[in-house]
């Protein structure tokens, strides 16, 4: 089973930020957060990975506290399109590193 | 981001009936994986495959499951007698290596009949 605990779903207004929490209590040291999101029946499309840093790229923000057990998922200015699940998954990136997806967050963005 | 590239899109087979779902490789990429999704349900990881073994696999992925890249063409994932609950959504994923992102495909939809 997945190891992250998510909220079912969450809305937001186009336009605003939207932050979608994470929990990943049982993270260890050698394991990084990634997130991907679904939209539809797509397949899963990745967004960002951090370890202990806080990252940045050109979708969203990713920033993981101090101890590591939670991170949050910000999208900047969300947009119709960022409807979708979205997951939150910690895993070693090692040679194998399959991902172990959970119910994810469904983000509903409202006009 | 990579494109992935998964043929077909849609797949209609009988019971008891073999498939072959294909995804289409780029070179440079040495990580492969299949996942599936029964609609409704969660992603589920099938199987990994790196330098031309499989390196996991889940208690899904049976003896009626196989996977190859014969001679660096496309990866692919085979059912040989296919059954009502192999109905879903088939996900090809790749990795250029160990410490990149997993890319997905759009999916081939498996309806067995």
Known sequence: DAKTTQPPSMDCAEGRAANLPCNHSTISGNEYVYWYRQIHSQGPQYIIHGLKNNETNEMASLIITEDRKSSTLILPHATLRDTAVYYCIHVYSGANSKLTFGKGITLSVRP | ?113
Request: hydrophobic share 30%; with cysteine.
């Open chain 2, 1 to 113: 981001e990579p494109e992935v590239t998964q043929t077909p899109s849609h797949q209609v087979t009988q019971m008891g009936q073999e498939v072959i779902l294909r995804c289409v490789p780029i070179s440079n990429h040495l990580y492969f994986y299949w996942y599936r999704q029964i609609l409704g349900q969660k992603v589920e990881f099938l199987v990994s495959f790196y330098n031309n073994e499989i390196s996991e696999k889940s208690e899904i992925f049976d003896d009626q499951f196989s996977v190859e890249r014969p001679d660096g063409s496309n990866f692919t994932l085979k059912i040989r007698s296919t059954k009502l609950e192999d109905s879903a959504m088939y996900f090809c994923a790749r990795r250029q290596g160990r410490w990149q992102p997993q890319h997905f495909g759009d999916g081939t939809r498996l309806s067995i009949l």
